[in-house]
Antibody, heavy 122, light 106 residues
Framework: QVQLQESGPGLVKPSETLSLTCSVS??????????WSWIRRPAGKGLEWIGR???????NYNPSLKSRVTISGDTSKNQFFLKLNSVTAADTAVYYC??????????????WGQGTLLTVSS | SYELTQPPSVSVSPGQTASIACSGD??????ACWYQQKPGQSPVLVIY???KRPSGIPERFSGSNSGNTATLTISGTQVMDEADYYC?????????FGGGTKLTVL
């Protein structure tokens, strides 16, 4: 069974760049039947999709975050990454990585990491 | 941008049926799915492709679709079902979540 684990600094200063890593075990990010996504949930708010990485190095981003986001992957380490620049307090959230099944009829997230809290504060 | 609309909250008594609606333009063509999230935990997929239930999800969880509305139904709701529920769909290559519904069982 696939497992995902987020890791990151926990605290980032305003205007700096947030960097998170998702380590995947029990499955390969080289698979051509899954996408690998980042999702966040700010305190008191709902889930927000940030973007995804696919083995062909295709990426898709939430239009509202696209100008600040980069998602990439390292198949040799079976990890994928999130970089979000120019962070503000509004980016404080629990960040999740997740495996996305992309079927001919719809898509869904069938496995999630435990989440990591990222706080933006000076 | 595409939007999915859910009621902010739904209340139900234990043993009764809870229904949570999710509406969006042409949602009938987008094969919505549903997640349950309890405090301090990661979301869990409970319904995908409108009506399918992943292994391990109790039979009391079911989904349906009619026109532009997808509905999550919990029959014989239990106290353990108290959680936030989110619908999700795919639009133009991006993922969209509904705003979430807090289900209270009391």
């Amino acid at each position: 069974q696939v497992q995902l684990q987020e890791s990151g600094p926990g605290l980032v200063k305003p205007s700096e760049t947030l960097s998170l890593t998702c380590s995947v075990s029990g499955g390969s990010i080289s698979s051509d039947i899954y996408y690998w996504s980042w999702i966040r949930r700010p305190a008191g708010k709902g889930l927000e999709w940030i973007g995804r990485f696919y083995i062909t190095r295709t990426t898709n981003y939430n239009p509202s975050l696209k100008s600040r986001v980069t998602i990439s992957g390292d198949t040799s380490k079976n990890q994928f990454f999130l970089k979000l620049n120019s962070v503000t307090a509004a980016d404080t959230a629990v960040y999740y990585c997740a495996r996305e099944v992309a079927a001919a009829r719809g898509n869904w997230f069938d496995s999630w990491g435990q989440g990591t809290l990222l706080t933006v504060s000076s | 941008s595409y939007e999915l609309t859910q009621p902010p909250s739904v209340s139900v008594s234990p043993g009764q049926t809870a229904s949570i609606a999710c509406s969006g333009d042409i949602l009938g063509y987008k094969y919505a799915c549903w997640y349950q999230q309890k405090p301090g935990q990661s979301p869990v997929l409970v319904i995908y492709q409108y009506t399918k239930r992943p292994s391990g999800i109790p039979e009391r969880f079911s989904g349906s679709n009619s026109g532009n509305t997808a509905t999550l139904t919990i029959s014989g709701t239990q106290v353990m079902d108290e959680a936030d529920y989110y619908c999700q769909a795919w639009d133009s290559g991006t993922v969209v979540f509904g705003g979430g519904t807090k289900l209270t069982v009391l």
